[in-house]
Every structure is written in C-alpha cells, then in structure tokens.
C-alpha cells in the first residue's frame, strides 16, 4: 500500500493533470489526452482517496462534474442538476454494477440499453409544446444558455405534437455526424484554420457558435435519452417514457433494448461494438440504464452520478502498421509539417494511409525511426494518430530529421524560438507557398473565385499568375490558349473575377492570408479601422486594441504591412477595384438611438465592435464611461461591477440586450459574430 504521504503527492499531481486535461476538453474543445488514459486517471485518484478518505476534497475532479462554462452566453441554473455517468472499460464491473442493484432492489426489474453518443450534452424545455430553453450541462449545476443556437438545429423541434406535457425537460446530446464532420474540417484545412480534433469538439465548438445562424450549416443533429424523473411524469419505465417523448415528435433513437439479464447487456455491446462503425454518428460506448423509474428512485445518486446508470466505453480502435516514408509538406504560410506515409491500415470503419507527425518535437517524443511499426489510433475516432513505436519490431537504428532545406525549392528552413515548426522562408520564390497562398485567396469564404487546385496549378504553371493581383490581368485569349478551357469555362472564370470586385474589404482582408487572420479576425480589422491605408499604418498597440486581437496575431499584422512585396501588391489589387474600405452607403439604419448615448459593457451575443457599430448606425453615440449624459448601460453578461455601481449612483437606467435589440429597428446583417476561431487560430498544431 501506497504511503500516506506519496499518496498525498500523486493526488495532488493528479488533480492538476486532470484539471488541465477537465478545461482541455470543455473548453477548448481541443483534448490532448485520450479519453482512456484520462479516465485511467480519474479511477487512480479515486482508488488513492478510497484509501485515504482524509485526504477527499470536495473540489476534488473524482467529485465534480467537469465544466464546460463559456463566457459568451447567459448561465441559467439547472432545474435538476445534470450529472455524468460513471463509466468503465470492463465487462466485469458491468456484471458488477448488476450485482449491486440486484442486492439493492427488492423488485423485479430490467436494463434499458442504449448507445453512448459522443457529442456534448444538453438539456430542453418544452412549456405548451414550445421550445423554450436549452442549456449545456456547464458544470452540472449551471448552464450556458444556447437556445438561440439550438434552434437552428434541424432535427430540433420548436413546436410539438400529439399528447404532451404542458411542461417538462429532457435531455439528450448534440451530435456532429461523420459527413458534416468531415465537411467542416475540409474547409478549415483548405483556409489553413485548425481542424477539430473529432466530431466531438467539433459538435460542442459549434454549439457555442456566437453567431446563432452560423449553426445551422454545420450539420448538427440531436438525440435525446433522459426526462429527469424528478418531473413526476408518471412514467412506470424510461423505455416508456421514451417512447411517448418520439410520440411528440421529439428525436429518439431506436437502437435501444429492454434486456433481462446480464447476458442479453452482454450481447448487445458486442453487436455495438462490432456495428457502430457502419452508425453515421459517432459513440463511445453502451450506457445501461435500470429500465423502472421507481427502482431509479430507490437507488438514487452519488454526488456526481447516478446509482442507477454505467456507461461501458469501447477502447478507441487501434491498429500496428509500419511508416514506409515520411514527406515534409509546405503550407501556404511556409510551414513544414512531417506526415508519415503508412503500408495502408483498417480502422474503425476507413482505410488509414496518412498520418501527421505534427512537428519535430513530436517526433522526438514518440522516438520515431525510420521503417518503424507505429501503433495508429483515431483518437475520438477519426482523425488518425500516431501514439507510438513497437520497439520488437525495430529494423532501423535511423532518426528521420526535417530536411534542412524546403522539399519544394530548396531554400534552407529556418525555426523562430517560440515555435515548433520550421518554415520555408523563401515566400515570394516558394512553389508551395505561392500556390497556397492563390488558392486561399480565391476560397470561397475569401474572394469566392470559380477555380480550384487544379486551375491554380495550370495558371501558375502556365507563368499566367504567381501573385494574387495577377488574377486580374488575364484575358479571355490567354485562358483559352491552356488546355481544357472553352469559351464557356473562360467566361464564367472572367465573370467570378468581376465579381470579386465587389467582395467587402472584411473579406479582402482575410484573403490576403495574413498569418493568424481567419475570418472572424478580418472582420474585427476592418470594422475597427475602416479602411486598408489606416491598417496598415497602425501601430501594434493599435492593433492590440482591437477586439480579441492579441500580441501574436498583433505582430503578424504588422510585420505583415511592414513588408515592401505586400504593400505592392495591395497597390495592384486598389489598381483593379478591389475593395479596400467598408463601404459607407449602408451605414445608417435607422435613428431609433439618436440623441443617445451608450455605455456598454460585458460580453454580448455579438462581438463588442459589432454592438458598437450598430449604436452608431441607428444614430447613438457610443461612450466609454458612465457620467450623467449617459442615457444607459448596455449590460451584456458579465458586466464591469465599477460601471454598474456608478449608473446606481448616477441613477442611470441598466439595459439588457434583448431590450436593446428590440429598440433599434432592425438588426441588419450584423456580420457574423466574433467566435472562438481566432483562439484556435494560434493554436499551433492541428492535433
Ligand atoms: S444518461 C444522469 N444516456 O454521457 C445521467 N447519457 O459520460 C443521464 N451520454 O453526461 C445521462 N449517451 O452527455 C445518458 N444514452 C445516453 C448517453 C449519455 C451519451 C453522455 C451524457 C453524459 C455523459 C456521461
């Protein structure tokens, strides 16, 4: 048995990897721990304070539910707290957990199966049919409201039918099916953004979307499994009150089963665990639930999870295959990224060919050498993972090393101390780079120009354009003098071109592939300065002060506007008509706030700017402190205590944000709003 005082150590360690590991996971919405070494974890901590009950806190991870707590949305108070479930990779223990209800309860009772979604948890109203709230577990006792974004969920109804409750909650979880999945991350690679690590994240990362119609395109999809019984809706088994939740419409998955007895539990996770690949969603593991709610009752809960609920998760699926090359890929803004090509592997449900090696120091960590057997996992089963080498298998005593000079024009790579990437540093001369940084720039959230890799190749290929501007300087003649272009083809290419000089400056920015720019941080660019030339002069404090722009993303824009090459070609592109100003026609919208002005403060549905642009466009005026000529405070959430406690001693009227928005007359395309992208943007790697 463990001493006293090492036990006191390990916990200590314990709790803070867990932590970290806890805030990873629900909140950034980039895990750097597998679920099952996480959990392992967990089980340690519990079995040390099993131990040594002194040594138990409450605050410790084993006895409080992780939080997922965002501040850009209004927290509201679960009615019933939402817990977790306690959780397993063994089929013993769920014999275990058999055994104990079995002692426990006197009646006769049944297990209801059903599929562990992974996605992120969430928790519906429903008053006289209508939805009327939705909240994320956030840390069980109080959630974020998502409402708003919940709404654009498709399979989500607002309104129900048949014989419902006038009032209940039910809970369930947010799913990102595998396509929409792979759709998404497909267009962050192409925009060189950070791919979602698996469909979880990616699920929970969209839930929290500031912009609530920005939702409806990732593809999200919701199933419910729990009306609390603590609701007293009379339900004699969840099975029952399941099914009558898919009588009212509400989306209820039919992979469940009422089993009898251990054996038929059994049965069904090994028909899962064999068939869940061919699902369109993704999930964990089996969840056993007691079928009678009067048994549920009896058995109750823990503090964290019910008494009456396990979850039995699959192991994530994980395959020996041997690297039989490893290539040094260019990205637009230089980087190298090793990527290591596999003899071809089955895995959960696709054939594994490729795997990122991130960077050096990653593979130092896993001690890669050449021809070596890799165990592959996909970590939350999709995106693949190299997790380490089969020493028994080694054949090679070589080190890959990141080649010293680009793989694409061979100018020596260079490595700036704070990161761990190498770069190409030749931009104006580098192959890869240029074309990169063309197909960024005619992406469609860019300038939306109809041509693909395969047209960027040929052009550049062809001396036909090398830098963006050159775009505009081909004609009808040159296009059609390359192979496969007709009079067609040329015209509608020529006529997106026309088009794009029409894209708004916010988008313009966001072309020009700055590094850290993606597109919710062009869109604060612009709209702070306005125009190109004061962008471009502004100092980096400046720069600073914008919204969500920190120092890292600061600098990349200044040294970006401090480099002769890029102040040429914006030359070019003002020369063709590009816009590099917001436009103004549009600005006022209506004068509902004229004669007013506003002090603001907290964290708004939209981003700050957004909130003070449209003071201005309905004709109020935006101040930065409260005095007697304030007309009100705009309190969003989280609001200044200091600006609060002085508009109570001024008198001065405290507005919420829905009251705002239904002064001013409408609210135009206010953008789409500041989200976490810019977080995620310096996130370095894209694992
Ligand atoms: S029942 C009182 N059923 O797993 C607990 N949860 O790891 C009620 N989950 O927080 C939850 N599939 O987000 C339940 N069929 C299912 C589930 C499920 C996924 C999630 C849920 C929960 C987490 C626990």
Same mark, same amino acid.
């Given at each position: ?95 275990? =957990? ?6 426990? @309860? ?7 199966? /059903? ?48 014989? =419902?409750?006038?009032?209940? /909650? ?64 009379? +339900?004699?088994?969840?099975?029952? *009150? ?21 054996? /038929?539990?059994?049965? =069904? ?11 369109? #969603? ?11 709610? *009067? ?109 010293? $000079? ?16 190498? +770069?190409?540093? $030749? ?26 890799? *395969?047209?960027?190749?040929? @052009? ?10 050159? @775009? ?37 920015? #966001? ?28 100092? =980096? ?62 964290? #708004? ?36 205590? /200091? ?43 894209? #694992?």
């Amino acid at each position: 048995m463990i001493s006293r005082e090492e036990a006191q150590h390990r916990i200590s360690e314990l709790r803070v990897i867990l932590e970290e590991n806890s805030r990873r996971y629900y909140v950034d919405n980039a895990p750097t721990m597998s679920d099952y070494e996480f959990d392992r974890k967990m089980k340690e901590l519990e079995s040390l304070e099993a131990q040594y009950p002194d040594l138990l806190t409450s605050d410790s991870p084993t006895v409080r539910v992780g939080s997922d707590l965002d501040r850009g949305f209004a927290k509201v108070a679960h009615r019933y707290p939402m817990l977790s479930l306690g959780n397993t990779y063994s089929i013993s223990e769920v014999e275990e =957990f058999a055994a104990r209800a079995d002692k426990s @309860l006197d009646s006769d009772f049944t297990y209801c199966c /059903e599929l562990k979604f992974d996605g992120t948890a969430i928790c519906l109203t429903y008053i006289d049919g209508k939805l009327v709230r939705a909240l994320t577990r956030g840390d069980g006792v109080v959630g974020d409201d998502v409402t708003e974004n919940v709404r654009h969920i498709s399979n989500v109804p607002e309104v129900l039918k048949g014989d =419902f409750p006038s009032e209940f /909650e039910i809970r369930g979880e947010v799913l990102m099916p595998f396509d929409a999945f792979d759709a998404l991350n497909a267009e962050r690679e192409a925009l060189e953004e950070p791919a979602f690590a698996n469909p979880r994240n990616a699920a929970s990362g969209s839930l929290k979307l500031q912009n609530p119609s920005e939702v409806a395109h990732r593809g999200l999809y919701c199933t419910l499994y729990h009306i609390p019984s603590q609701s007293g809706l009379g +339900f004699e088994t969840h099975d029952q *009150a399941l099914s009558a939740a898919e009588s009212w419409g509400l989306p209820v998955s039919d992979t469940r089963k009422v089993c009898r007895n251990i054996s /038929e539990i059994e049965q =069904f996770i090994q028909y899962w665990d064999r068939n869940r690949k061919d699902l369109p #969603f993704p999930t964990d593991g089996i969840v056993i639930k007691i079928n009678e709610m *009067a048994c549920q009752r009896s058995l109750g809960y823990t503090a964290k999870t019910p008494r009456w609920a396990v979850a039995y998760k699959f192991k994530a699926e994980r395959a020996l295959t041997r690297i039989l090359g490893i290539d040094y890929q260019v990205g637009r803004t230089g980087a190298v990224t090793p990527v290591a090509n596999l003899d071809p592997v089955f895995i959960s449900g696709t054939m594994v060919r490729r795997s990122t090696l991130v960077n050096q120091d990653q593979m130092e960590l896993l001690d890669i050498h050449l021809d070596d057997y890799v165990y592959v996992e996909k970590g939350g089963e999709i995106i693949p993972k190299i997790t380490g080498v089969e020493l028994s298998k080694r054949s090679s005593s070589k080190v890959p090393t990141c080649p010293t $000079n680009c793989p694409d024009c061979g100018t020596p790579l260079v490595r700036n101390e704070k990161e761990a990437k190498w +770069f190409c540093p $030749n931009q104006d001369g580098c192959p890869m780079q240029i074309k990169g940084r063309l197909l960024h720039f005619i992406s469609r959230k860019a300038m939306n120009i109809l041509a693909g890799e *395969a047209t960027v190749e040929q @052009l550049y290929d062809a001396g036909m354009v090398k830098v963006p501007s050159d @775009l505009f300087c081909l004609d009808k003649y040159q296009l059609l003098s390359l192979e496969g272009w007709q009079d067609k083809s040329a015209q509608n290419f020529l006529d997106s071109l026309q088009q794009a000089r029409t894209v708004p400056f916010e988008r313009v920015l #966001f072309a020009l592939g700055i590094r850290f720019v993606g597109e919710t941080t062009a869109r604060s660019v612009a709209r702070h300065f306005r125009d190109i030339d004061s962008v471009a002069s502004a100092a =980096f404090e400046d720069l600073t002060r914008v919204e969500d722009v920190g120092d890292i993303i600061a600098g990349s824009i200044y040294d970006y506007f401090r480099t002769p090459s890029h102040l040429d070609e914006i030359g070019r592109m003002k020369a063709f008509g590009l816009q590099f100003a917001v436009k103004d026609e549009s600005s006022q919208i209506s004068d509902s706030l004229s004669g007013k002005t506003i002090v603001i403060s907290g964290n #708004f549905r939209i981003s700050r700017d957004e909130i003070k642009e449209l003071i201005v466009r309905n004709g109020g005026k935006n101040s930065s402190s409260i005095s007697s000529k304030t007309s009100f405070l705009l309190c969003g959430s989280k609001p200044g205590p /200091e600006k609060l406690h002085k508009c109570e001693e001024l008198g001065i009227v405290v507005m919420g944000e829905d009251e705002f928005f239904g002064m001013i007359e409408s609210l135009p395309d206010a953008g789409q709003a500041v989200t976490d992208v810019e977080k995620e943007l310096i996130e370095p790697t894209l #694992f």
